[in-house]
């Protein structure tokens, strides 16, 4: 497997489940990236992982869990989510120098809360 | 706060026709900017990239984009389409330094090139 890949690619889920999104790179990246894509909406970043700590979370309420236990795997956590949360979340990843920031894209999860 | 602006929010062309997609950024500071492309069914991928230098950038497929520093824009032109160019096309800016790291993407174009 090469690149970055997602899994699932699909969830439909109830507001009171727990589930979780599952994120891999295979580039040797140091930095990871979840980001959320709505219609109509840029699409957001949600959280950032620089070798394994996270350095960025843009206002991202806390029903939404990442967890990156070393610079290939990235999780998002989900937990009484609503409706509003369906989205497509795509994980990216780039080798964290400063300047040299061009991202690789998953196929992404496409969320449906129910 | 920073902001990627993309006026077009869809463009329909005919195969042969001329390109230019606008984006305009919103920050003083010193910024990488990027066009990502995704192409229908596939990932989002790097279309092209400015960090310094020549301000008229060349990416792939016979795409460019010119960044004005002095109009905060980045926008990308590819002078004759094909109808394999139909995709959605996203502008990004990236900033970091001082504690802080923002990428920001603008709400994309979609193209549709008619054969």
């Known amino acids: 497997e090469t690149g970055v890949t997602q899994t699932p690619r699909h969830l439909v889920m109830g507001m009171t489940n727990k589930k979780s999104l599952k994120c891999e790179q295979h580039l040797g990246h140091n930095a990871m990236y979840w980001y959320k894509q709505s219609a109509k909406k840029p699409l957001e970043l949600m959280f950032v992982y620089n070798f394994k700590e996270q350095t960025e979370n843009n206002s991202v309420p806390s029903r939404f869990s990442p967890e990156c236990p070393n610079s290939s795997h990235l999780f998002l956590h989900l937990h009484t989510l609503q409706p509003e949360d369906s989205a497509l979340y795509l994980c990216a990843s780039s080798q964290w120098g400063g300047r040299y920031n061009e991202q690789f894209f998953g196929p992404g999860t496409r969320l449906t809360v129910l | 706060a920073q902001s990627v602006s993309q006026h077009n929010h869809h463009v329909i062309l005919s195969e042969a026709a001329s390109l230019e997609l606008g984006c305009n950024y919103s920050?003083?500071?010193?910024?990488?900017l990027f066009w990502y492309v995704q192409y229908p069914g596939q990932h989002l991928q790097l279309l092209l990239k400015y960090f310094s230098g020549d301000p008229l950038v060349k990416g792939i497929k016979g795409f460019e984009a010119e960044f004005i520093k002095s109009k905060f824009s980045f926008n990308l032109r590819k002078p004759s389409v094909q109808w394999s160019d139909t995709a959605e096309y996203f502008c990004?800016?990236?900033?970091w330094g001082s504690g802080t790291y923002k990428y920001i993407f603008g709400t994309g174009t979609r193209l549709k090139v008619l054969a």
């Open positions: 920050y003083g500071g010193t910024v990488n």
């Open positions: 990004a800016v990236n900033v």
